[in-house]
């Protein structure tokens, strides 16, 4: 014998129907605190604060720091076979 039984309910009926705690407001205050924490993260990324994260404080001159960024987009050539191997 096989019985389906169907009911109709919100989760908050159903949460007080099985008398499990209301954790709405731990989770208002919750979801609250973490947007207080990345509109603060967003607002602290401005482009020198990326640059300086990226780009530690160094003694380079411009023109090694343009060498240096121009090295890293540059294709490797295939290596020189050696005469006589």
């Known amino acids: 014998m096989k019985f ?3 009911i109709d ?3 908050d009926e159903a949460r007080h129907f099985f008398g499990l705690p209301d954790v ?3 989770q ?3 979801m609250a605190k973490l947007s207080q924490q990345m509109t603060d993260a967003v607002a602290s990324l401005t482009p020198e604060a990326m640059l300086r994260a990226w780009l530690p404080l160094s003694p380079w001159s411009p023109a090694q720091m343009q060498e240096a960024m121009s090295n890293m ?3 490797p050539s295939a290596p020189k076979k050696q005469e006589g191997r």
Request: overall charge neutral; aromatic content about 6%.
């Open 28 to 30: 208002d205050a919750a």
């Open 73 to 75: 987009f540059k294709v």
């Open 4 to 6: 389906t039984i169907e």
């Open 9 to 11: 309910c919100t989760a």
């Open 24 to 26: 709405k407001p731990m």
